[in-house]
């Protein structure tokens, strides 16, 4: 089993810049794809990012694409997300969530097997 534990969030005006953190549980962390997923209120869980086992492939949300950086660092079994030039309209609470490699597309929130408890990211303008 594995849990993973976000924090980072916080409050910031636009232009501003924040990092998440997801710190992962388990021994076989290097084994997964790792993703960041977010949902404002009154909507759909959208994806943001993933990075797959290796750190060879990351993938981008277009509405964050240029702004946001995902990164892993396996000798801690940790994720990050840096988030630059923020915009109102990426508030929302941010998941993150881990799978076995090769479990189909990255962008689907229901293939991936572990969740975070989510960390609210609130922008103003």
């Known amino acids: 089993q594995v849990q993973l534990v976000e924090s980072g969030g916080g409050s910031v005006q636009a232009g501003g810049s924040l990092r998440l953190s997801c710190a992962a549980s388990g021994r076989f962390f290097s084994s997964y794809d790792m993703g960041w997923f977010r949902q404002a209120p009154g909507m759909e869980r959208e994806f943001v990012a993933a990075?797959?086992?290796?750190?060879?492939?990351?993938n981008y949300a277009d509405s964050v694409k240029g702004r946001f950086t995902i990164s892993r660092d396996d000798a801690k079994n940790t994720v990050y997300l840096q988030m630059n030039s923020l915009k109102p309209e990426d508030t929302a609470i941010y998941y993150c969530?881990?799978?076995?490699?090769?479990?189909?597309?990255?962008?689907?929130?229901?293939?991936?097997?572990?969740w975070g408890q989510g960390t609210q990211v609130t922008v103003s303008s």
């Open positions: 969530a881990g799978r076995r490699a090769y479990s189909g597309a990255y962008y689907l929130a229901a293939n991936y097997d572990y």
């Open positions: 990075i797959n086992w290796s750190g060879a492939s990351r």
